[in-house]
């Protein structure tokens, strides 16, 4: 090949020596090269084509398949070193946790050991330590628990420190968060007992009193310390801080939150029956009954409230503070507290059940007009506990206009007895269509003093309705009104 190639270009030049005398040698120039060049690519590339195409196959597929290999162990080994990363990641945090809860552990150690010491301010810097740790960290609580951090924190309190009691106290309510093995163990060696006696001290300061509050509201929410609590002294207290706080003309953001753990603690205190009769022995029920109205404390004032309604104690002294139940009546009205609503609600219905004389003052307090509106606007609770009431009114109303009824026909009675005998010997059916006739008259009089009540509480609640709508005076005309009621019967309230 190469041999005819090279054959081929030396006969193209001789013939281009002896071609001089043609008058086309230019043009046989210009094709000499083009067929130099044409000869040279040519076997050029058919060299390098030959080359790929014949022996080239075998050896791009044993290529091929030695990269896929190669690719898959490179693929494996990095999924073998991502695994052990893991591994040694896992291991490395494992062996970092366990460090961590090493560390932990011994410093709780170290501030429990603290605690016992004798100097009083390393034991107190040791009390506000506890205080820091366990504030959010209920493995904490547990563990200084275990390594017997409580006596030696009640045992502060028997000094007379200030700052070392204040330290104690809170680090002792932030053991008990969230732990009733915790809370169990601090009011069982005596720790209450011991809170009282430093508000007897007289070297006693607010700070300290606020932090017992809101240790007796912690302790007092464990079912079992209720009753501990409640005998120990803790309510005459607590009662006394309330009326302090109330009777102080400024308040501080502080003597609010204490205001609020004492109501809370007394809360959680009213719950067990066997402290109704401390806290009735107290003035918290006027306190209560007067608090009413503050926004801030209402709802509680009225939770404590639904707690003593329950004992026929708890109603009396309800029912003896000037003004309770015009005070309660208008709680139903406060659309913008649905809770107050439902506890007010609860409190007259107990009331309204119980006692002939509060359905009186009920009613002359204007409740009707009130429930009315409840039973349509009020939520599903409020709205029952509202038609309890109503029911109980309107079986009282019944009996008292009986009774008033019942005692005019015997006192009209008694005239005709007299002229019997000419009535009997004239016909000797006069006193029974007397009778009857008199009965008749109580049925109807009866129904018609009922009808007028109906009447006159569906008019003052559509008056309500319209003013609370915000509406003129007169869009709704008392013609209308007038004949809206006329036309609506018992039946239609929701008794």
Known sequence: MANCHRNSVGSIALDH??????????????????????????????????????GGEGNVADFSSVTSHAEKEERSEKRSEKLSDLLNAAETKTDAEAERKEEALAELKRVVKELREEDLSMRRIAAERVR???????????????LGAIPP????????????????????????????????????????HKMLKLIESSDSNSSVAEAIVANFLGLSALDSNKPIVGSSGAIPFLVCTL?????????????????????????????????LSVILETDLVWFL?????????????????????????????????????????????WTDSPECQEKASYVLMIMAHKTYGDRRAMI??????????????????????????????????????????????????????????????????????????????????EKKAVKQLVQQSLQNNMIKIVKRANLRRDFVPSAKIASLTSSSTSKSLPF
Request: aromatic share 2%; proline share 2%.
């Open 243 to 275: 009326t302090n706080l109330e009777a102080s003309k400024t308040v501080s953001p502080s003597q609010s939150q204490v205001k609020q753990d004492a109501l809370r603690a007394l809360y959680n205190l009213s719950i067990c029956q066997s402290n």
């Open 132 to 146: 820091s740790l366990t504030k959010e960290d209920a493995e904490a609580r547990a563990n200084l628990a275990m």
């Open 364 to 445: 002359e307090a204007g409740i009707v007009s009130s429930l009315l509106e409840l039973t349509l606007v009020g939520t599903t609770l409020a709205q029952k506990r509202a038609s309890r009431i109503l029911e109980c009114l309107r079986v009282d109303k019944g009996k008292q206009v009986s009774g008033s009824y019942a005692a005019n026909l015997n006192l009209g009675v008694s005239a005709p007895i007299c002229g019997g005998s000419s009535s009997s010997e004239g016909g000797g059916g006069g006193r029974g269509s007397l009778v009857e006739e008199e009965d008749g008259m109580m049925m109807s009089e």
């Open 17 to 54: 020596r002896h071609t001089e005398k043609n008058a086309t040698a230019g043009g046989h120039f210009r094709v000499l090269r083009r067929l130099i060049f044409d000869a040279v690519s040519c076997g050029g590339t058919s060299r390098y084509r030959y080359r790929q195409r014949g």
């Open 289 to 333: 009954v007067s608090a009413i109205g503050d926004m801030e404390v209402s709802e509680r004032s009225l939770a404590i409230l639904s707690n003593l309604v329950s004992t026929p104690e708890g109603r009396k002294a309800i029912s003896g503070v000037s003004d309770a139940i015009p005070i309660l009546v208008d709680v139903l009205s």
């Open 153 to 192: 924190l009640v045992g502060m309190l028997d000094s007379e420190d200030a700052h070392s009691q204040i330290a104690s106290l809170y680090a002792l309510l932030n053991l008990g968060i969230g732990n009733d093995a915790n809370k169990a163990t601090i009011v069982k060696i005596g720790t209450v």
